[in-house]
Each structure stands twice: as structure tokens, then as C-alpha cells.
């Protein structure tokens, strides 16, 4: 019973910036991990990156983004933040964002319904 929004996607030009907004609802207290995946045309969706949601905030990147993406979040406002730097065409795809609950070996993904992002010039 996680409610995931989605925003801040858009248009941006090669080298540009863009900061993505996830906001969270519900039974926030049962999120282990939140994190961001994006899928572009014809291919599979693929992870970003992730946060988790306790106390301490261990983050994890995938190597196509390392360097240019840093995954942060506000307690306050149950809200998590994907900060985009130096942008690439081929960042471009929807991005979704997740919340994993449940236990290690029974987990339980909820989604968002996604934001576009397009680099181009």
C-alpha cells in the first residue's frame, strides 16, 4: 500500500542538468529500498540507483551513471531525489521510480508511473 509520483522530467540539451522527484505515500514505514529505473525505446529497464530508506542512507549507482547521478532523499517530505549532471542522449528513457518492501527472501516491488526524460539538442 505504497503510492509512488513521479516528477521533474523534461526536455533538456546535451550537458544540461535535471533533478527528478519521487514522492511517497501510504505505508511508508514498510519501505526497505527506494530506488530509480528508467527504460528507454526497445530496450529492457534497467537500474540507476538506489537508496535505502532506514536510518542511514547507503547508496548504490550503476556504472553507466556513476559520477553524473547522485540518489538523495528528505525524511520530511518522503521524498526521493534523483540529481542529474552532464547529461547524455542516451540517458534518455522514462524513469520509474521503486520501492522495495517485504523481507529479504518475499520481497515486494511498488512503482510509479514514470517520467520522461529526453536529452537533445
Known amino acids: 500500500q505504497v503510492q509512488l509520483v513521479e516528477s521533474g522530467g523534461g526536455l533538456v540539451q546535451p550537458g544540461g542538468s535535471l533533478r527528478l522527484s519521487c514522492a511517497a505515500s501510504g505505508s511508508i514505514i514498510i519501505i526497505n529500498t527506494m530506488a530509480w529505473y528508467r527504460q528507454a525505446p526497445e530496450k529492457q529497464r534497467e537500474f540507476v540507483a538506489s537508496?535505502?530508506?532506514?536510518?542511514?542512507?547507503?547508496?548504490r549507482y550503476a556504472d553507466s551513471v556513476k559520477g553524473r547521478i547522485t540518489i538523495s532523499r528528505d525524511n520530511a517530505k518522503n521524498t526521493v531525489y534523483l540529481q542529474m549532471s552532464n547529461l547524455k542522449s542516451e540517458d534518455t528513457a522514462v524513469y520509474y521510480c521503486n520501492a522495495e518492501t517485504g523481507t529479504y527472501y518475499v520481497p515486494y516491488d511498488y512503482w510509479g508511473q514514470g517520467t520522461q526524460v529526453t536529452v537533445s539538442s
Open positions: 537508496i535505502t530508506a532506514g536510518g542511514t542512507s547507503t547508496t
